[in-house]
């Protein structure tokens, strides 16, 4: 998973190339896709920009055609910034707020 630099978990984009490198020495893993969780903002653009980089990202790693890591999947956006992650081309959203309300 993809974290912004100032979280404390997943790889940060900038390590992300040599993180999928590294994981060509083991047989069973595939790399499906990428993901992220926006911090809870409501700042548009910086959760839109971050969706897109991991986007482009994304993109760069499947053109590799590494049979490791096809990279064709993009997990992103939850229930308040879904909209942002179809818009940058994400392939699930994890919606549960917006579905069945808050837990009490």
Avoid: W
């Avoid at 969706?51 to 499947?62: G, N, V």
């Amino acid at each position: 998973m993809f974290q912004a630099k100032h979280l404390n978990k997943g790889v940060a984009l900038d390590e992300l190339d040599t993180f999928i490198e590294e994981l060509a020495q083991f047989d069973n893993i595939e790399v499906v896709g990428l993901m992220t969780m926006a911090p809870l903002t409501d700042d548009e653009s910086y959760i839109k920009d971050l969706f897109q980089s991991l986007r482009i990202k994304r993109d760069e790693i499947k053109a590799l055609n590494l049979n490791y890591a096809p990279c064709t999947e993009l997990s992103m956006g939850m229930s308040n910034d879904f909209h942002l992650a179809t818009e940058a081309g994400a392939s699930f959203v994890r919606i549960g707020t917006k579905l069945v309300g808050k837990e009490e």
